[in-house]
């Protein structure tokens, strides 16, 4: 009787578990019944740490395992003299170009499986893993990132020059980008072959890196450098663009990732979750674009390209939709260009049509919108996994 009531308050909303704590006539004596209990208060979590010293937090978990990782990478089982100059290389491509970031996309797998299983199911080894998981995901980031500074002639990324500007470094960065996105799959190999999820991971990777190459791909062919057609910039080919360039791979990958670790590997589950989950990418990227033009690089860290790179951004899109033949005309003949001057121009023409009043419109709706998914599509999955993901991105100057 104790242990169903136990599973019983193990799995009850968070809310009502220290309620059940207090109101219980039962007192547990079993060590596993009182540890199980202390979760159920809120107070703590099993954080992999499994020391009496004060819990750390995800985020220092998090910073803490990269550093093994990057010595797994580079310690492990290359350890041969002959590669003593690689292993330097692979350390500090992984150590510039991984870590900076703003996490979210990895800090989400071990927050999604937080939500997904009880506390008592957390063992110290599922948030290990967990830990690795979002790093390979940041790896991928960095991966997409390292590439796409190359392609769009990015000079800062992350408020330090793009690896390729750096001293020595050049288009020898291509083949880095390559060694980051191969160390994905030998940490995969080397952390979760055994775990009955592992296949779903390596297909979710695979078909997840497909799916933003796609986007790219169209991003790419929508607007070719030199050819300045404000034709091809439709709200229909941006939101694709959007969809398969950052939706999958930013919001969709960390939350199934968590599901299959957890167990859920129902289709319709997860696309359950892909229909919240892509309304969500596609507002970060229009938020991305937004901040490109009207944000504070010492704030982004990057300095705003999109204008001079002809761009299919949100901002264009949207201000094709809705102003005069006479301001189409001024759009034209400054769009693409990399003068200072034109790029004033299109920033003027921006405020003149009060993009940022139609952006926080849209912010507003969007945020609507995503209320609506959830409560429809998140029938038999935590509604805080999606709300955690919208807490970091709504509002956000960066």
């Given amino acids: 009787m104790r242990r169903l009531l136990l599973n019983c308050a193990v799995n009850a909303p968070k809310t009502f578990r220290a309620m059940w704590l207090v109101a219980s006539p039962f007192r547990f004596k079993s060590r596993a019944f009182v540890l199980c209990a202390s979760h159920l208060q809120g107070d703590t979590v099993c954080n992999g740490t499994h020391s009496k010293k004060a819990l750390l937090s995800d985020p220092q978990l998090f910073d803490a395992k990269f550093e093994e990782l990057v010595a797994e990478l580079t310690e492990g089982d290359l350890q041969y003299p002959e590669l003593a100059d690689f292993l330097n290389r692979l350390r500090e491509i992984l150590n510039y170009n991984v870590p900076g970031g703003k996490k979210n996309r990895g800090l989400s797998v071990i927050g999604s499986l937080r939500e997904l299983l009880p506390p008592c199911q957390l063992s110290q080894d ?19 990132l390292m590439a796409d500074d190359i392609m769009d002639a990015s000079v800062t990324r992350r408020g330090q020059p793009c ?54 791909t169209l991003d790419l062919i929508t607007a070719p450098p030199g050819q300045i057609d404000l034709n091809r910039f439709t709200m229909e080919r941006y939101k694709t663009i959007v969809k398969y360039k950052t939706a999958f791979y930013s919001f969709y990958l960390p939350v199934a990732s968590a599901m299959y670790m957890a167990g859920i590997d129902s289709e319709e589950e997860h696309n359950n979750a892909k229909h919240i989950l892509l309304e969500m990418g596609e507002f970060f990227q229009i938020q991305d674009d937004f901040l490109d033009c009207f944000g504070d690089p010492a704030v982004t860290g990057k300095i705003g390209t999109d204008i001079q790179d002809n761009k299919c951004s949100w901002l264009v899109v949207k201000a094709l939709e809705v102003m005069t033949p006479e301001q189409r005309s001024v759009l034209e003949a400054c769009y693409g260009r990399k003068d200072e001057a034109s790029v004033a121009k299109v920033k003027e023409l921006y405020n003149a049509l009060q993009m940022p009043m139609l952006y926080n419109t849209y912010e507003e709706e969007s945020y609507q919108r995503l209320q609506k998914l959830i409560a429809q599509h998140a029938q038999n999955l935590p509604h805080s996994i999606f709300l955690n993901f919208a807490k970091k991105i709504y509002k956000r100057n960066k």
């Fill in 126 to 144: 599922t948030v290990q893993k967990a830990l690795v998981v979002g790093w390979c995901i940041e790896m991928l980031q960095a991966f997409f």
């Fill in 163 to 216: 690896w390729y500007k750096r001293d020595g470094i050049g288009l020898d960065a291509i083949n880095d980008s390559f060694l980051v996105e191969s160390s994905i799959y030998r940490l995969l190999r080397r952390q979760c072959r055994d775990q009955p999820y592992y296949v779903h991971l390596l297909e979710l990777f695979n078909e997840v890196t497909f799916q933003t190459e796609l986007g790219q």
